[in-house]
Every structure is written in C-alpha cells, then in structure tokens.
Nanobody, 122 residues
C-alpha cells in the first residue's frame, strides 16, 4: 500500500483545512487508517483513526470536536477535516494504514505516507 497525503498549508488560527490521503491498491477497505502529527522537537502523536468500514472512529482529546476523520473506500481516500485550528496544531501530518484496527499507537500501522505540513499562525 502506498499512501500520499496532501492538503496542508498555512492558515490563520480559527481557520480550517482538509487533508486527504490517497492510497494505492484494491484492498483499501481492509485497512484502518490513522492520522498522526509531529511538531519540531516532539514525538509523533496520534490524531485520529477510522476503521476499514468507516463505522468506528477515535480521536485524540486535543482535537476532539474540532477534527473529523472520514473515508471514501470507492476513492481509496481518507480525509481529515480540521476546524478551529490553533497554533499548537502546527505540525507535519502523516497518514497511515494498518490491519490492527483503530489503534492509537503508531506501531500498529504498517504503511505511512510522506507527510504534509500544516502551519497555523496566531
């Protein structure tokens, strides 16, 4: 599975962005998908994950009620809608695919995209 994340950019605090992650292959539906982020000098942290069917999603407390993860299995794409962005959301965002379910630990994912930069100005 190859993953390509895009949609990052520079936005003012309070603004919105939608990240997309396109996957190759014909078995996208088998994979839980996750979004992680890594800010400079910090460890990679979990943001959100969604099950293969899209029926289950989990979020980090820091983004709950602001971010929404969704997927379109017909398009092999997972999305992260980010609203009410804060400067502390600034990071490189990565999408990941795995067969272990909607886990929050990055070791539970087998494939990773290249990352897309999100910068939120105050």
């Amino acid at each position: 599975v190859q993953l390509q994340a895009f949609g990052g950019g520079l936005v003012q605090a309070g603004g919105s962005l939608r990240l997309s992650c396109a996957a190759s292959g014909r078995t996208f539906w088998r994979y839980a998908m996750g979004w992680f982020r890594q800010a400079p000098g910090k460890e990679r942290e979990f943001v959100a994950a969604i099950s293969g069917s899209g029926g289950t999603s989990v979020y980090a407390d820091s983004v709950k009620a602001r971010f929404t993860i969704s997927r379109d299995n017909a398009k092999n794409t997972v999305y992260l809608q980010m609203n009410s962005l804060k400067p502390e959301d600034t990071a490189v965002y990565y999408c990941a695919a795995g067969v272990s379910g909607t886990v929050v630990n990055p070791v539970g994912y087998d494939y990773w995209g290249q990352g897309t930069q999100v910068t939120v100005s105050s």
